[in-house]
């Protein structure tokens, strides 16, 4: 049984950290690529981050490069989404998905930027 579980998010200020993470079971984490998408209130989810372990390759959303790093612990079945000097536009629920045979979804994170 596929199963995405996402942590780490809460209330944050403007210009802080937070570290989410993605823990995966039912397939073989290594095998497949993995992704954070984000979805603020009366928006369109977007994709933040992409990871590819196999290939090493990352990929990031214009608005996040610098700021965000993506990356994948194989041994723990982890993916993390280490996100530093965050802004108000960055408010909205977190959400990791895999590109396993028709995809899956995790069930989201909430991230508040707020003062």
């Known amino acids: 049984q596929v199963q995405l579980v996402e942590s780490g998010g809460g209330l944050v200020q403007p210009g802080g950290s937070l570290r989410l993470s993605c823990a995966a079971s039912?397939?073989?984490?290594?095998?497949?690529?993995m992704s954070w998408y984000r979805q603020a209130p009366g928006k369109e989810r977007e994709l933040v981050a992409a990871?590819?372990?196999?290939?090493?390759?990352?990929n990031y959303a214009d608005s996040v490069k610098g700021r965000f790093t993506i990356s994948g612990d194989n041994a723990k079945n982890t993916m993390y989404l280490q996100m530093n000097s965050l802004k108000p536009e960055d408010t909205a629920v977190y959400y990791c998905?895999?590109?396993?045979?028709?995809?899956?979804w995790g069930q989201g994170t909430q991230v508040t930027v707020s003062s």
């Open positions: 998905y895999a590109y396993i045979p028709g995809g899956y």
């Open positions: 039912g397939f073989t984490f290594s095998s497949y690529g």
């Open positions: 990871i590819n372990t196999v290939a090493g390759i990352t």
